[in-house]
């Protein structure tokens, strides 16, 4: 998840950018190479900025758990998500990609939110998570009918969450989805 920016420059994850740049990249360009190449195709495309619900893709070969990542543009406004949210509509395009491409795992947020925040309380937070599990089932449903097909699906949560809101994210998922043993790291 990267927050969308008033500005033209597209800004991404800190983390992935300093991971990425740890190590050389001999497959593809280094990443900030690679942002700068999307900023100009953006900037050639007569667009000045990505709205929420774009999103990018940098490739890596540097990364030991990602050689693809969709940076999703979103909004971090409090406002309720529904079905026909732009980031949702996103997450439903990067599935539509991840297939097209033969992406066979696939790691998205399952609160579509990188921290935890005051207005994330239980009842919000189990919600959001069953909203975003079930569009995402949809949409793999979806796009299966192309003959790929996505075989692993892992959720991400913000690494400050409390046991009990993971205990009752865990405790919805195998009502949405075929699951196969959780793995608590």
Not at 37 to 44: A, C, E, G, R, T
Request: hydrophobic letters at 40%; aromatic letters at 6%.
């Amino acid at each position: 998840l990267v927050p969308s920016s008033s500005a033209s420059q597209i800004i991404a994850n800190k983390n992935i950018l300093r991971n990425a740049n740890l190590s050389t990249e001999f497959h593809f360009n280094q990443v900030d190479k690679q942002i700068e190449d999307i900023q100009n195709d953006l900037k050639s495309t007569g667009e000045t900025r990505l709205k929420h619900g774009d999103f990018f893709v940098t490739k890596h070969s540097n990364l030991s758990q990602a050689h693809i990542i969709f940076h999703l543009v979103f909004d971090d406004s409090p406002v309720e998500m529904n079905s026909r949210h732009p980031c949702i509509l996103g997450l439903r395009n990067i599935l539509k990609v991840a297939n097209r491409y033969d992406v066979t795992q696939l790691t998205i947020p399952a609160l579509l939110k990188n921290e935890m925040s005051e207005e994330m309380t239980l009842s919000w937070c189990l919600r959001r998570a069953e909203l975003i599990l079930k569009c995402t089932k949809g949409f793999m449903i979806e796009s299966s009918s192309t003959g790929s097909e996505l075989s692993t699906l892992q959720l991400l949560l913000p690494s400050d969450i409390s046991e009990e809101l993971f205990t009752s994210i865990s405790q919805i998922i195998p009502s949405i989805f075929r699951v196969a043993n959780a793995k608590f790291l």
